[in-house]
């Protein structure tokens, strides 16, 4: 998971590009980048940190130009480590492109070789986002065989990778002196969308970056669809995939997304409180109402369901926990005793609201499970007479190949465990789980024209239909590990939203 932001426009785009990229950087941490063109020339920055520690003011003023991208990376293959991994990615033939990329390519492996067997062309770090752009680079380079480059060369090298390439990817890329093009894999699993405003184009992962930066929401980018934007600022699309069909990532709705982002027709916040109202009738079913005292979410992006189901239940709602919202990622850390003591860290109990009640704990989704374990002790520490917890997401048994860093299937508490042995592993009185069914029914009930969503964490159906228990163990061999004294780039370790 990333997130992109790509820019033409008739003035300076540096400083809209880092606002833009500001206002995505829920979507990743580690690493930041942006490139600008200016005269056929491109000029780029990017490095190891949080967007407003990566570019200083010197840093702002080595990015001339009136067209550019950025990226925010949260790695899920390759090295984290490296700054070499950091996007966007740059290679100089046909004409110089440079790209930004969210997803996960599902064959990465299998098209490096081709890359250098068939193709001969070299890639020089282990990001898929680098085979990404080679393959696009190959595939102009076909279509054009050495002619002028057409908006319909453009769509024809996308509709070749579409053929190639597999996974979850959308894409914004630059072409040096023709403009920028970017476009979606034929599921709509990560998302992707395009505003403008009079003199001004804009494309990025989420609405908020739009609507953050002035720009009016013009439309979402629909499944295998490619839009092209020339120099002169003509915005060109067309379709360029056999079968497109909208299944995007649910787990955006889940917990990635911002809450005042609107993904493919469909409110975040919406979906949120939706998701309360499902859970609101699985805990009715577990635990008498009455014999709940109060409910308390944990911070920050399980409130709108929280305060969704307690309003059903006629329960009151209160703030349990606060956040410290100045210390760093540290939810996951190397040795489980360094974990434990990182909880309390950043989240602190307000002991009154605890002592002596029956509380129910109210949470976006459970991943490990450890955190969730030394929050529940945290809450008998303070007093709570019983512990109850509830999941506005179902028990997350599988893992993710799309683009989000889930677990290996043995780190998954859920994973081959009924309810009743996550809840002893947890230590809560009860857990309530939502429905994977109802989660899709309630987020899918706010825009029709969704079909169907990737819930592979979930139910294990992966959508692009090409992968097994042999090509998840492989992809696991490249998934980004955790070194001694350095984080986890698991999804635990994302600060949320408010941060």
């Known amino acids: 998971m990333c997130g992109i932001v790509g820019v033409v426009s008739n003035a300076p785009v540096n400083q809209l590009i880092y ?73 100089n033939a046909p004409f110089g492109i440079v790209l930004v990329h969210n997803g996960n390519l599902t064959n990465a492996q299998v098209l490096k070789a081709e890359l250098f067997n068939a193709d001969h062309r070299h890639i020089n770090t282990e990001s898929d986002s680098e085979v990404l752009l080679n393959v696009l680079a190959h595939e102009i380079e076909a279509t054009t065989r050495g002619m002028p480059l057409t908006p319909g060369d453009v769509f024809e090298a996308v509709r070749k990778v579409h053929r190639r390439i597999k996974g979850s990817y959308a894409v914004i890329a630059m072409i040096a002196g023709h403009g920028v093009l970017a476009f979606r894999d034929p599921f709509g ?3 992707l969308c395009l505003g403008r405003t009079d003199d001004t184009w804009m494309m990025a992962s989420e609405s908020v970056a739009l609507e953050g930066t002035s720009h009016k929401f013009e439309r979402n980018i629909a499944p295998g669809e490619a839009v092209f934007i020339d120099m002169q600022g003509q915005m060109h699309a067309q379709q360029c995939a056999d079968a497109p069909v909208l299944n995007p ?51 920050e992006s399980s409130r709108p369901s929280a305060a ?27 040795g489980q005793s360094v974990r434990k003591k990182s909880v309390r860290q950043k989240l602190n109990v307000i002991a009154s609201e605890f002592k002596g009640r029956n509380v129910l704990l109210v949470d976006d989704s ?44 043995q780190e998954l508490v859920a994973h081959n465990r009924t309810v009743d042995e996550i809840r002893e592993i947890i230590g809560c009185d009860a857990l309530i789980y939502q429905d994977v069914e109802a989660m899709k029914k309630a987020v899918g009930s706010l825009n029709p024209a969704v079909k169907g969503f990737d819930a592979s964490c979930f139910d294990g159906i992966y959508v692009t239909g ?14 980004v590990g955790i070194e001694e004294n350095q984080d986890d780039n698991s999804r635990l370790a994302l600060p949320n939203h408010e941060d």
């Open 308 to 334: 969704q189901l307690a309003q059903l239940l006629g329960l009151p709602y209160r703030e349990g926990f606060v956040k410290n919202r100045y210390v760093g990622r540290t939810f996951i850390m190397p």
């Open 189 to 191: 699993i990560r998302p």
């Open 366 to 409: 459970i991943v490990r499970g450890t955190t969730s374990k030394e929050i529940v002790q945290m809450a008998r520490d303070a007093g709570a007479r019983k512990v109850y917890m509830a999941s506005a997401a179902p028990p997350v048994r599988y893992p993710n190949v799309y683009g989000i860093d889930m677990p290996t299937s």
């Open 249 to 299: 990532c649910i787990f955006e709705f889940v917990y990635l997304a911002r809450p005042d982002s609107v993904l493919d027709g469909i409110s975040v916040y919406q979906a949120r409180l939706n998701l309360g109202e499902t859970l609101a009738k699985r805990v009715i079913s577990t635990v008498p109402p009455n014999e709940i005292d109060v409910v308390i979410p944990i911070p």
């Open 19 to 91: 606002d833009a990229l500001l206002l995505l950087q829920h979507r990743g941490q580690d690493a930041a980048g942006i490139v600008t063109q200016q005269e056929r020339k491109f000029f780029m920055h990017k490095a190891k940190g949080m967007v407003r520690d990566v570019f200083r003011t010197r840093n702002m003023r080595s990015l001339p130009g009136n067209c550019g991208l950025g990226q925010v990376r949260y790695p899920t293959a390759g090295n984290a480590f490296s700054e070499e991994e950091a996007q966007p990615f740059y290679v």
């Open 466 to 479: 090409d992968i097994t228990a042999a090509d998840i163990e492989r992809m696991n061999t490249h998934r």
